[in-house]
């Protein structure tokens, strides 16, 4: 072990791509764990990890994007295509409600005739109807291509969420951010300067977001790095704003681009790898919906918090179950060694 790297890493410097590179072509899996829990310790007490219980509402699975990963959509027109009422929404809200969840993220595809105003109304509608509840209301992917849609730059769409009381917009539909897998496997997606130059709007307009990533498709290490290390910059650049980074898994059950699935140990290493890199994230979330009980493992490898997930139409359709015995998933997280505390969902400043 380079002490000198372990100094570091205690110290909140950041690590180079040619460092992590090494890490995870050499470490074993307990200089990994010693590692991603001496940045953890930065941020948090070594025994505690932090939870909350939310549904992931997918309000249509009509999408023009064509992703090859993806199990879940339909273009417009196709057999199989939804858009749910206001009624559905809530249908699917009150199930949560039931299960006395406390954050509902909406994720849809990009549905070639809702408009940012349409989101915001059915946003605003929402939030009134569930005052008890935070809102992820949309991710940073759906918001790019909606304000196409609306022939608004970023800034001014997210001018009318934020004027409409929108909170949150979620950096999720990030994948891997590096334009040669863009390119690969979803071409009319975005690319990576395009995204960061919507999520950059979004803060500025006093909403919050979030960071995420998903492996396991045919990305290489360098690919995964470079989203790291892009990544890293741009919560530097905004002061910090993004509270959180979760990484899940890709699920390639009936997707075009097929694959198996990333085993437990790959994915609780590039956790550790993660949570090391970015040193200027204070929370790393571990991903029940794709991992399971066996996520638990990941508050080992430099996680500090995670999901209870009640649905999640997208990851189900490629294949993911998600379990409702959420005594048996915390109970893994005591295993694991840690003392798992239901918490508030994140305040949108970060
Ligand atoms: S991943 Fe999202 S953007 Fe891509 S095809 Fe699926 S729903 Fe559309």
Redesign the pocket.
Known sequence: MDHTLETRVAGGQPIGIDEATELWNEADDPTLTRLAGLARARFHPPDRATWLMMAIVNYT?V?????D??A??RLPKQDGGYLLTFEEVCARIDALVAHGGQLVGFN???HPKLRIGDYASLFQRIRATYPQLEFFEMTV??FM?SCKVSRMSYAEGAKVLRNSGTRWVTGG?A?VLEDGFRARH?PL?YTVEDYYSAQRAILDAGMGSTATMVIGFDETLAERLAHLDRLRRFQDEVGGRLPSFLCWTYKPGNTALGGAEVSEREYLRWLAISRIFLNNFRHIRTSVLTRNEGALQGLRFGADDFDLPTEDE?TQSAGATISLEFGRILDAARSAGFDPVQRAPFGAAG
């Open positions: 699975n999408c023009v994007a064509r992703c990963y993806c879940f959509y849809g595809g990009f992917a759906e291509y539909g994948e979803s997606k997208v």
